[in-house]
């Protein structure tokens, strides 16, 4: 069934651009971004015929079946701020359902490690900071690809992707707010609540330890067998066996 576009309303009257298909929502975003569009605009497709996540990966989505959407940011924050929307994205995504947890850094799972949900942040920079940032999120909502590391919403709840979108918008726009307001340690706070990596022992590249948790940069922390601690800025998380 396709996406309802009246259904696609924020509080405060913003409909999405609405797409049956297109190459991509950020590439779309950043366009409309580049023409002048505002803070809050949002681009949502029912099919990308050129996804991609992140590290360059190709992202797939199964028709009628999930959610490709932007949203475009122009935030008041410094540049070593801004990699904190990222977080706040996959905090917005994961706040849709109370079983969904987080993978380092933004990664949304089932309860049982298969990932829903993943993000695309990429930043604009202009001459005194960032001029944009396009959040790009996809959602499997009622499937998945067929892969054994791929899970969908309604494995947990059957849910409206409207009211998915919607959701995950308004929640993406608030925490954008509570940034510029100062609120880091509020959204570390609440990403670490939903963390599956924090208490965990992993692998990041050649680095393994025990998950200590993020710190106000995003940056993971984690304990390593000699007792140093590493900060981690960027790489995929392994979960390792004790």
Not at 101 to 108: M, T
Not at 148 to 168: D, S
């Amino acid at each position: 069934m396709s996406l309802r576009r009246e259904a696609l309303c924020l509080g405060d009257g913003t409909h999405a651009v609405v797409r049956a298909t297109t190459p991509s929502t950020n590439d779309e975003a950043r366009q409309l971004a580049d023409t002048g569009s505002p803070h809050g605009t949002w681009v949502v497709a029912e099919q990308q015929t050129a996804g991609r996540g992140r590290q360059g990966r190709a992202w797939s989505l199964p028709p009628d079946q999930g959610l490709a959407l932007t949203v475009l940011l122009r935030p008041r924050l410094a540049p070593p701020e801004v990699p904190m929307l990222g977080l706040a994205a996959a905090l917005a995504v994961a706040r849709v359902h109370p079983s969904l947890r987080i993978k380092w850094p933004n990664d949304v799972q089932l309860p049982d490690g298969r990932k829903v949900a993943g993000i695309l942040a990429e930043a604009e920079p202009a001459e005194h900071g960032v001029a944009y940032v396009l959040i790009g999120i996809g959602v499997n909502v009622s499937g998945a690809p067929p892969l054994p590391t791929a899970g969908h919403l309604h494995e947990l709840e059957p849910l409206a992707r409207e009211g998915v979108a919607v959701a995950i918008v308004e929640e993406l726009l608030r925490w954008c707010e509570r940034l510029e307001r100062g609120g880091v340690r509020e959204l570390v706070d609440a990403w670490t609540a939903r963390s599956a990596t924090a208490g965990r022992r992993v692998r990041v590249g050649d680095v393994e330890g025990v998950a200590e948790g993020i710190d106000d940069r995003g940056a993971l922390w984690l304990r390593c067998d000699d007792g140093t601690r590493r900060p981690i800025l960027a790489g995929d998380v392994e979960m390792v066996r004790w």
